[in-house]
């Protein structure tokens, strides 16, 4: 079965040049889906020019809100654009792989819950697919992202654990770029601004 090639950017920060690069990258290296995994805006100064470019080199997007955007924001991107999906509690299936998300950044128990269970709703849509990659803006709890002073969520690490996706991959810790790690038999991934190309 073909492999999908898949792009993901995090940590754009309304870096509008950054963004034109990677769409030339996407065309160039023919991936088949881009994901931005939050923090798209720089405190939602501008959308501007954020997702245009992929869009153009007709590539689909799922977007994720981060802590600098909201959910609102997330949603009416991905009302903008053709082929452009808000992958908060929304899943994608594509050559028998199923990818789900969540974004935003919870804090205390009810925002726990409550991202874990949009993450239950994704995952029930391809619980039963060969593949699974879950994707949040935030890191787990108990992660190696965890050395940068901020604790991960609570809500995200039971979801890990609890459905067991191949690959899990967030952004938000900004130093934590690059660092790879197992939960279980999950292979978690902090991918950030430099971007990373996964094929599944």
Not at 2 to 24: C, N, P, Y
Not at 157 to 168: G, H, M, Q, S, V
Request: proline fraction near 4%; hydrophobic fraction near 35%; charge should be positive.
């Amino acid at each position: 079965m073909k492999k999908t090639k898949i792009l993901v950017i995090g940590d754009i920060h309304g870096d509008v040049s950054l963004v034109k690069r990677f769409a030339k990258k996407a065309e160039r290296e023919n991936v088949d889906l881009v994901i931005l995994p939050g923090d798209l805006t720089f405190f939602e100064q501008s959308t501007k020019n954020l997702i245009g470019p992929f869009t153009k080199v007709g590539k689909p997007v799922l977007l994720l809100h981060g802590n600098h955007e909201t959910l609102e924001t997330s949603k009416r991107l991905s009302e903008m654009y053709p082929n452009v999906k808000n992958l908060h509690g929304y899943s994608l299936k594509k050559n028998n792989l199923g990818i789900f998300g969540a974004g935003g950044t919870p804090f205390g128990s009810s925002a726990e819950k409550k991202i874990f269970n949009v993450l239950k709703k994704g995952n029930e849509k391809v619980k039963g697919l060969d593949k699974k990659i879950m994707i949040t803006h935030m890191h787990a709890a108990n992660s190696m992202s965890e050395f940068s002073g901020f604790p991960g969520s609570d809500g995200i690490r039971k979801a890990i654990e609890t459905f067991k996706p191949d690959l899990f991959i967030h952004a938000h810790i900004h130093e934590a770029e690059g660092i790879e790690e197992k939960i279980g038999k999950t292979r978690v991934v902090n991918v950030g601004r430099r971007g990373r190309i996964f094929e599944f």
